[in-house]
């Protein structure tokens, strides 16, 4: 049986990709995860092979999913980079990415750092990180954050408030207040107030 020419091959990987994250979406907007990958692969139609060689692990897919909000949050925190306050830029970063993960698991999955110390970041990851740096580095300069704090110090406190405050993503207080307890944390205590 002769090999399918290549560009028909990539054609099927290319539409297999998407109707595998359009039916792990669909999913997801019912109970806010996706399914399980054997579930996908069924509730799809294909093999559990294609599912697992587009998604290796349930992280994997998470982190597809979450491409799109990914791509607003890096916007965001641009803007965040470029606001003349250096204050109001830090909390703008800061809140971006503590919501974009409330709102999206994926986000979360982006950030973590996989179990591989020697694995490079996703490129998503990678855009944040530095628009990260960059508005830590100001706000550092500026004494509004402590002068120790790096961005993987922030990613981690961010990863893990997000975790806390998930199940309470629902109550507008209580993530305002975690929020500002981490802000309040990350201050100087010799810079500005």
């Given at each position: 049986m002769p090999a399918d020419p290549p560009s028909t091959t990539r054609a099927d990987v290319?539409?297999?990709r998407a109707l595998l994250l359009g039916v792990a979406a669909a999913a997801r907007g019912?109970?806010?995860r996706p399914p399980a990958l054997k579930q996908l692969a069924a509730d799809a139609g294909v093999g559990v092979g294609t599912v697992y060689r587009h998604f290796p692990t349930p992280d994997d897919l998470l982190r597809a999913l979450a491409a799109e909000s990914m791509v607003r949050l890096v916007a965001e925190c641009r803007a965040a980079a470029a606001d003349e306050d250096v204050a109001a830029g830090w909390e703008r970063l800061v809140t971006s990415v503590l919501h974009g993960q409330l709102h999206d698991d994926g986000v979360t999955a982006v950030l973590c750092t996989p179990d591989d110390p020697c694995a490079a970041p996703s490129p998503q990851a990678a855009e944040l990180g530095a628009a990260v740096a960059e508005v830590l580095g100001r706000a550092r300069a500026a004494g509004v954050v402590r002068p120790e704090v790096t961005p993987d110090d922030i990613r981690r406190y961010l990863v893990g408030?997000?975790?806390a405050l998930r199940p309470l993503t629902g109550d507008e207080a209580a993530v305002a207040r975690g929020l500002r307890v981490l802000l309040d944390g990350l201050r100087d205590p010799a810079g500005r107030p």
């Open positions: 290319v539409r297999n019912r109970d806010g408030l997000a975790s």
